[in-house]
Antibody
């Protein structure tokens, strides 16, 4: 079974950018679509973005347009999520989650990456 | 506030049943199937129900889902202490062109 391993925790200053990675181990990666979902401390889940690694097609939540970018690195079979212009409100656990299609539900989740934004 | 509306909390005693509601609109629940996630403290969410009423392998049949119009429900029968968790509904929104979640419901087993 495919597992999704995320990069480690990050601490960033306001105004900076962060890159969080999600690497699949096991089966072929490009059959999946990868989503990014975040959860601020004590808050609910918030969908951010989606990528189809096969075609590079992406979709972003309106809230994050212009500030988030999701890319697929073929050489390392890794999906990267870049979030810029960080504020304290971006402090959250960021999860990658895989689905079998654009409109299919995310069945498998990464372990989560804590991003802390603090001066 | 979340696009999908869930009650903040529900509670029940062991052996009882509870229902968690999820209310949306035509562009999301009204046009697409609903999925439910269970999140235990300190862990990643786990898929509980997909396409409104299907259970992934390994999910007990005590959990069931339904959808009618622009609302969906998650029913849990025979409550157990290990069911104490946060539950989220989620679906695709045709207008927003993205996935949307409910605000989450905390289930307490008294």
């Amino acid at each position: 079974q495919v597992q999704f391993i995320q990069s480690g925790a990050e601490v960033k200053k306001p105004g900076a950018s962060v890159k969080v990675s999600c690497k699949a181990s096991g089966n072929t990666f490009t059959n999946f679509h990868l989503h990014w979902v975040r959860q601020a401390p004590g808050q609910g889940l918030e969908w951010m973005a989606l990528i189809n690694p096969t075609y590079g097609a992406t979709a972003y939540a309106q809230k994050f347009l212009g500030r988030v970018s999701v890319t697929w690195d073929t050489s390392t079979s890794t999906v990267n999520m870049d979030l810029s212009s960080l504020t304290s409100k971006d402090t959250a656990v960021y999860y990658c989650a895989a689905s079998n299609g654009w409109y299919a539900v995310f069945e498998q989740w990464g372990q989560g990456t804590l991003v802390t934004v603090s001066s | 506030q979340s696009v999908l509306t869930q009650p903040p909390s529900v509670s029940g005693t062991p052996g009882q049943g509870v229902t968690i509601s999820c209310s949306g609109s035509f562009s999301n629940i009204g046009s697409n199937t609903v999925n439910w996630f269970q999140q235990l403290p300190g862990t990643a969410p786990k898929l509980l129900i997909y396409t409104s009423d299907q259970r992934p392998s390994g999910v007990p049949d005590r959990f069931s889902g339904s959808k009618s119009g622009t609302s969906a429900s998650l029913a849990i029968s025979g409550l157990q202490s290990e069911d104490e968790a946060d539950y989220y509904c989620a679906t695709w929104d045709d207008t927003l062109k993205g996935w949307v979640f409910g605000g989450g419901t905390k289930l307490t087993v008294l």
